[in-house]
């Protein structure tokens, strides 16, 4: 059969990043870096709240559609300082290590995994570039 000649066939690219296979993005940074202005911005109306178990620090998490894609978004509560690591620090990146999951030396110690979701696939740090040096 003939095409019309102002038909174009545009190939998709597969595998489309969709249902299983879609990607969890965490957004990460220092207090006041502009994490929940980038996560209000693309995301959608589903909103999920939660808190990071053993701790009163509050993520947010939602679905975003990147074209024929689709991500998880989560605005993870503000990492303060690597250095010195106070307590929820710790447990903001026990998520971006394990997720839901806990380590096997980690069983004995109370208390669930920090979040009922899987760790990120992508970690996109959210930084002030009027402050670049603290903030890295
Ligand atoms: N000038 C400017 N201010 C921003 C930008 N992003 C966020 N802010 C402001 O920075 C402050 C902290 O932002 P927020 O998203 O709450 O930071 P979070 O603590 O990382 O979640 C707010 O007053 C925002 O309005 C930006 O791109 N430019
Ligand atoms: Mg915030």
Redesign the pocket.
């Known amino acids: 059969m003939k095409t019309a000649p102002h038909a174009t066939a545009i190939p998709l690219r597969t595998p489309l990043f969709r249902g299983e296979r879609r990607l969890r993005i965490a957004l990460v940074?220092?207090?006041?870096?502009?994490?929940?202005?980038?996560?209000q911005a693309v995301s959608s109306t589903s909103i999920r709240t939660g808190e990071l178990a053993g701790t009163h620090r509050a993520y947010g998490e939602c679905a975003v559609q990147i074209g024929l894609d689709e991500a998880r978004v989560i605005?993870l509560p503000?990492i303060h300082s690597l250095h010195h690591l106070e307590h929820d620090d710790r447990v903001t990146l026990q998520y971006l290590l394990w997720g839901d999951d806990l380590p096997p030396v980690s069983v004995h110690e109370p208390g669930g995994p920090p979040a009922p979701f899987s760790p990120p696939d992508v970690i996109i740090q959210?930084v002030?570039a009027t402050s670049l040096e603290r903030h890295l």
């Open positions: 940074g220092m207090p006041n870096s502009g994490k929940s202005t980038l996560f605005d503000s959210v002030d």
